[in-house]
């Protein structure tokens, strides 16, 4: 159920009018969900106007595709689902996704019982974002999205080998950063693991 918004008092109403094709309902779904939906597409494409174009093509989706949802689960989430793969259809279409460093290359054995690191949500962002497109990319969809790596796999188009050296060498390279913050005066420790923080920025 949706609390009162202009025109429409339950999300089946929204969605209707959505089936419908009424302009008014596209107006509400963007009001409602803009913002959420520019924070998915920053973690992707970390530039803030290619963010806003993603976005923008992925409403443009929705509207397009509004038949295809069945209802039996979260509007949100379908609309999210649908913004992510419009990342990645950037992220392919301008070339910025590639593979990195293979799994044997890595020298760093990451440490995953680190779980004191005295980081805030904005710290885990923007470490987050300093990673490249292949880390980031494939860190976002499992620590926030919740995919398999079988699925980001077949997403991706690349091994699952590949996406789970991926996320080793993404969270290789956040814990050397985050521990270079934690070395910085004036930090406490603060006991919830960094994956569990990152992911509550996502909601």
Same mark, same amino acid.
């Given at each position: 159920m949706l609390r009162l918004i202009p025109f429409f008092t339950t999300e089946s109403q929204m969605i209707a009018a959505l089936k419908r094709g009424e302009s008014r309902a596209h107006?509400?779904?963007?009001?409602?969900?803009?913002?959420?939906?520019l924070a998915v597409c920053v973690r992707y494409c970390a530039n803030r106007a290619d963010a806003e174009e993603v976005m923008l093509?992925?409403?443009?989706?929705?509207?397009?595709?509004?038949?295809?949802?069945?209802e039996d689960g979260s509007f949100e989430g379908w609309v999210r689902r649908i913004m992510v793969t419009e990342s990645l259809m950037f992220l392919r279409r301008t070339k910025q996704l590639r593979q990195e460093v293979p799994i044997e290359d890595i020298t760093v054995e990451p440490d995953y019982e680190?779980?004191?690191?005295?980081?805030?949500?904005?710290? %885990? &962002?923007?470490?987050?974002?300093?990673?490249? @497109?292949?880390?980031?990319?494939?860190? #976002?969809l499992y620590a926030v999205e919740g995919y398999s790596h079988a699925e980001i796999a077949?997403?991706?188009?690349?091994?699952?080998?590949?996406?789970?050296?991926?996320?080793?060498?993404?969270?290789? %390279? &956040?814990?050397?950063?985050?521990?270079?913050? @934690?070395?910085?005066?004036?930090?406490? #420790?603060?006991?919830?693991?960094?994956e569990k923080t990152y992911?509550?920025?996502a909601d």
């Open positions: 107006k509400v779904v963007y009001e409602r969900f803009a913002g959420k939906m093509d992925g409403f443009m989706r929705v509207f397009e595709k509004i038949n295809q949802f069945r680190w779980a004191d690191a005295a980081v805030n949500e904005n710290d %885990l &962002l923007r470490l987050v974002n300093q990673l490249s @497109e292949g880390y980031r990319t494939v860190f #976002n077949e997403m991706l188009g690349i091994s699952e080998g590949t996406s789970k050296s991926q996320l080793s060498r993404a969270r290789t %390279l &956040l814990q050397m950063s985050l521990k270079k913050l @934690e070395q910085e005066p004036g930090r406490r #420790n603060q006991s919830e693991h960094y992911r509550k920025t």
